[in-house]
């Protein structure tokens, strides 16, 4: 069975960073992308960053220039290192995952979501 795990949110102030982290566990063969999306009250869940094996990374145009995805391939692990944030990026992130999986086959993963509050 596939977990991934999120860590680093938090409550911060606006012009601060934060730094979230995801590790996925499991029967993986493969990784085709890992990234992140987020959902704030009332909004639907959009995609923040994502970043393919071996492909171009593709981020919002709202965090262009101030997120940064990156992976740790040896860990199954995705970073998001997030800048000058804003209260509008206020929402809960979620870590996603498209996998090949043992026995599986290909299909796509979800965190559990971490809770990413900035404050005016």
């Known amino acids: 069975q596939v977990q991934l795990v999120e860590s680093g949110g938090g409550l911060v102030q606006a012009g601060e960073s934060l730094r979230l982290s995801c590790a996925a566990s499991?029967?993986?063969?493969?990784?085709?992308?890992m990234g992140w999306y987020r959902q704030a009250p009332g909004k639907q869940r959009e995609l923040v960053a994502v970043?393919?094996?071996?492909?171009?990374?593709n981020y919002a145009d709202s965090v262009k220039g101030r997120f940064t995805i990156s992976r740790d391939n040896a860990k199954n692990t995705v970073y998001l290192q997030m800048n000058s944030l804003k209260p509008e990026d206020t929402a809960v992130y979620y870590c996603?995952?498209?996998?090949?999986?043992?026995?599986?086959?290909?299909?796509?993963?979800w965190g559990q979501g971490t809770q990413v509050t900035v404050s005016s």
């Open positions: 996603n995952a498209r996998l090949i999986v043992r026995r599986q086959g290909l299909d796509d993963y």
């Open positions: 499991g029967s993986i063969l493969s990784i085709i992308t």
């Open positions: 970043m393919p094996s071996g492909g171009s990374t």
